[in-house]
């Protein structure tokens, strides 16, 4: 039997169930981890205990791709991951193009939801609610800017939902918030080092991005090389023009 998914979805799913049923797992899923880049902090991984939540539905604060809770060195952490790739009808897919449009929909009042920075602002507003009053200031309402597709968020009574937030909530300590996408590394430090790093949008609460980090797809490929990840590898080729 094979099995192929489709799209940032299917490699996401693929990537952590194969690591899941590896051998090594939670050594794995730590050296995955030490991929990615932090550029405002040093992030340094030593994990001993792990749960994710892929595709996980957050109502209001939108879908995550992947969220991991973490015991790091003693520290519960929450790891978002916000997926983009290229689709086979773009020849590119740039961050600092992703970026413009962020900008873009900010002036114009309108930033759209599948927006890249908009979903990273989401989930930091998501952790944010948790730390100041809990899942009674998710069941509230948090107020957006007026650029928002929808300036009160709330969490909404989906059990799954709520049961995803009760674990998450302790977590949230100094959660931790990655970009997957499918631009060169080199690109991808250059613009956190030069466009990212002091950029605060007005109206924009609780911005904030110490927390911060990047991750090429590429070097998701290269890890499941190296790795012998083979069912994501083919996972992958199945997508081949789809992902980067």
């Known amino acids: 039997m094979e099995i192929s998914g489709y799209s940032e979805r299917g490699v996401?799913?693929?990537?952590?169930?194969?690591?899941n049923f590896s051998q090594n797992n939670l050594q794995l899923l730590n050296d995955f981890l030490s991929l990615v880049s932090f550029?405002?902090?040093t992030v340094v991984f030593q994990i001993s205990d792990a749960k994710i939540l892929i595709e996980q539905s957050f109502s209001d604060f939108g879908d995550a791709d992947a969220?991991?809770?973490v015991n790091n060195q003693g520290d519960k952490e929450a790891v978002f991951i916000e997926a983009k790739v290229k689709t086979s009808q773009k020849p590119y897919w740039s961050i600092l193009e992703e970026f413009e449009d962020f900008e873009s929909g900010i002036k114009k009042i309108s930033v759209s939801s599948s927006n890249l920075f908009v979903q990273l602002y989401h989930k930091v507003r998501l952790a944010k609610a948790l730390q100041i009053g809990g899942r009674r200031q998710l069941q509230n309402g948090v107020k957006f800017p007026r650029c928002s597709s929808k300036t009160d968020r709330k969490i909404g009574n989906n059990k799954v939902v709520l049961k995803a937030?009760?674990?998450l909530e302790g977590f949230c300590k100094s959660?931790?918030?990655?970009?997957?996408?499918p631009d060169d590394i080199s690109k991808l430090r250059d613009f956190y080092k030069d466009t990212l790093k002091g950029y605060s949008p007005e109206g924009f609460q609780d911005w904030d991005i110490r927390n911060w980090?990047?991750?090429s797809w590429a070097q998701v490929k290269e890890f499941c090389e190296e790795y012998s990840l083979g069912v994501t590898l083919k996972t992958f080729e199945w997508n081949d023009g789809q992902i980067y």
């Open 12 to 19: 996401i799913n693929s990537l952590f169930h194969e690591i």
């Open 39 to 41: 550029p405002y902090r």
């Open 67 to 69: 969220v991991i809770l």
């Open 165 to 167: 937030v009760e674990q």
């Open 175 to 181: 959660p931790l918030f990655i970009a997957l996408v």
């Open 213 to 215: 980090g990047y991750l």
